[in-house]
């Protein structure tokens, strides 16, 4: 039979113990959210697994964007000024998509080496304005 102050420091281990675990468990999930993005550089350095999900962000490299004709398939270079990454995407790009123009795609790394994007976010630099403002007070 347990005395009242051993129930007691059963319940306290038990209750830190919960703590413990359910901390373990959400810092697990938050492992892969705490990297935004990796570059070129950082994703070849690592060794990123071809099949793991990611994140790749860069700048777009002049010249390098080619659209296959009469579809939404697109390939380019993404670069951070070490190393560069091949990216291939299928769908609509985003309007602020462009040459020179910094993005994040999150995608997967195929066997041969190239990125293969499910998704392209463009970012926008600090001068963005949104259209309404813009027509508003031109500049």
Same mark, same amino acid.
């Given at each position: 039979?347990?005395?009242?102050?051993?129930?007691?420091?059963?319940?306290?281990?038990?209750?830190?113990?919960?703590?413990?675990?359910?901390?373990?468990?959400?810092?697990?999930?938050?492992?892969r959210?705490?990297?935004?993005?990796?570059?070129?550089?950082?994703a070849?350095?690592?060794?990123?697994l071809a099949g793991?999900?990611?994140?790749? *962000? *860069?700048?777009?490299?002049?010249g390098?964007?080619?659209?296959?004709p009469?579809?939404?398939?697109?390939?380019?270079?993404?670069?951070?000024?070490?190393r560069q990454?091949?990216v291939?995407?299928?769908?609509?790009l985003p309007?602020?998509?462009?040459?020179?123009? *910094?993005?994040?795609?999150?995608?997967?790394?195929?066997?041969i080496?190239?990125?293969?994007?499910d998704?392209?976010?463009?970012?926008?630099?600090?001068?963005?304005?949104?259209?309404?403002?813009?027509?508003?007070?031109?500049?």
């Open positions: 039979m347990l005395t009242r102050r051993q129930r007691r420091i059963y319940s306290v281990i038990s209750i830190l113990l919960g703590v413990a675990v359910a901390a373990g468990l959400a810092l697990f999930a938050l492992r959210s705490v990297d935004l993005y990796y570059t070129p550089s950082q070849i350095d690592r060794g990123v793991r999900e990611f994140r790749l *962000g *860069g700048l777009v490299v002049r390098s964007v080619h659209y296959v009469h579809s939404v398939r697109v390939s380019f270079v993404l670069t951070d000024f070490h990454m091949k291939y995407y299928q769908g609509i309007d602020l998509f462009r040459e020179g123009q *910094g993005i994040v795609a999150e995608g997967r790394l195929n066997s080496g190239v990125f293969v994007a998704q392209v976010l463009a970012k926008h630099d600090e001068n963005y304005q949104p259209p309404e403002i813009m027509q508003d007070h031109p500049s």
